[in-house]
């Protein structure tokens, strides 16, 4: 899948970074941050959290900073946008990897075509054995999770999911008809 399927539309260039969010909160496993002088100016302040910090209380280091970060300095929490949890974040399903975890929502769980299985809070020593049932599956080329992008429904989901922030932006529903002066 393209990552570039994901991206925030040309007209809403101050969105620098894509997060996702899960019953804790912001999920920072896997996010889209733009190249760009805020972004750099980001990192520094979440690298640099502790120290200016020291007595700050972070449950997860990082991502504790960041959502401080996020709640005091409207100059970065205005450059967040938080996305679906499934399109770069999506949780493993049961142990096979294959049948649904009926313990999590279907919705947060990964799904055939989905771009990533995300691990969260598995243990260094049960890695291996966690992922090996993903790595079977994506080292076996499975025809029902390597879908075009085009089979998913991402490419709706995706942009439902920006026209409603150009609305919400002020910006008027781009035109999916071209101009007799535009090329066919």
Known sequence: MPLETFLPPPELSDIH???TQDWNGMNNGVFFIRV????????A???SY????????????????LDN???????FSKSVLYCPLRWFNAYMRSPDGLSPNKDSPDRLQVHPGDLLVHFPGTPPDDLVQTMEPYIQIAEGHHKEWELPVEETAYVKIVKEFWD???RRAGYPEPSMTWSSSEPS
């Open 69 to 75: 970060i996020f709640e005091d300095v409207e100059f």
């Open 36 to 43: 760009h002088e805020w972004s750099v100016k980001l990192l």
């Open 50 to 65: 502790t120290t200016v910090h020291p007595d700050a209380d972070l449950y997860w280091t990082d991502q504790s900073a």
């Open 45 to 47: 302040a979440a690298i």
């Open 17 to 19: 970074l894509l997060l």
């Open 164 to 166: 409603k922030e150009r």
